[in-house]
């Protein structure tokens, strides 16, 4: 436990967040409208397609009545039991 508040400390005083690589298809016109707003924003573009990213996901959390986060801690808890019971198996 006291490593856990320990780590925290220290992401508090020098927050990183991981950034994660992908490849994905997108409209011309659409990316030629985020390089514009982040353009005129100051900001770079993975900022602005991130911020676009998580205000369509509170959008939607809200329209559907639900929580991305705990599906998809429910997930990785089936996950991790999952392995639980294999590894017992053997």
Not at 5 to 18: A, G, H, Q, S, W
Not at 24 to 38: F, N
Not at 47 to 67: P, R
């Amino acid at each position: 436990m006291f490593i856990k508040v320990l780590t925290l400390k220290i992401n508090k005083m020098n927050p990183k967040i991981e950034l994660k690589r992908f490849t994905t298809l997108i409209q011309p016109k659409l990316l030629s409208k985020i390089k514009l707003i982040s353009y005129f924003t100051n900001q770079k573009l993975n900022e602005v397609v991130n911020k676009s990213l998580e205000e369509y996901i509170q959008k939607f959390e809200l329209s559907s009545n639900t929580k991305i986060d705990s599906l998809i801690d429910f997930s990785s808890n089936f996950q991790t039991i999952d392995n639980k019971v294999k590894d017992k198996d053997k």
